[in-house]
């Protein structure tokens, strides 16, 4: 029951990862990379669900909040253009 | 079962707003209306892919007892469904004023009150 909603999920991924290569500017690739990273904590519940495995859940808590610093420092990079 | 059907419409909806999200992305001309889509989908679609996981694993954790492992996972399911939705539109706005201000304008747009109100 959830090991294909994982599957699914992944094909998203590559489909975002496909705008994470080609985007035109550095911005549309920072978009690209945020919705990956929303994607990806998502599917680790899921696999978490799927696999009977707390941790995976607490990895996920760990990567959101590490994710959300990381695009925070890119963008104020893309704006001013040094840290 | 009702509870299965619930978690099935739940799945179904968070799924075909993942997959929405990443045709919009390839879809749309412009930094900020991909923001657009790729935020707001991407939020809206855990919501309700960890819901699907919270009633499955409160069903279980009912009948099995409280110390079953699968109470801890509903809970973690659901702290982890607090920061996606605290820290996501957060991104975004900073995303969203770092294109802004580092000369990125809007594709077809007639009408930017905030470079009107820069000068």
Redesign the interface.
Known sequence: MWLP?AI??AV?IL??L??LAMGP????R???L??LN??I??SM??L??AF?E?IY??V??VY??L??VT??FI??Y??K?KF | MILNVITYIC?GI??VL??L???G??RFPD?YT??HA??KC??F??IF??AA?MI??ISVWVTEGAFS??S??SI??F??LI??ML??P???H??G???H??G?RPARAVVDDLEKQKQ
């Open positions: 909603v699914f999920l998203c489909v975002i496909i705008r500017t550095t911005p549309d920072l978009v690209a945020d919705t929303t994607i904590v998502v519940v899921i978490g669900m009977n707390v859940v607490d996920a808590i959101a909040l994710s959300f695009t925070l963008a104020k893309i704006e253009g | 799945i968070g799924c993942n997959l999200a990443a045709v992305l390839h930094v991909r923001l790729g935020t991407t939020t679609g855990s892919l960890i996981v499955q694993s492992s699968q801890i996972l973690h399911a702290i982890a920061v996606v820290t996501n957060t991104s975004a900073a995303i004023r770092a294109a201000r580092s990125v």
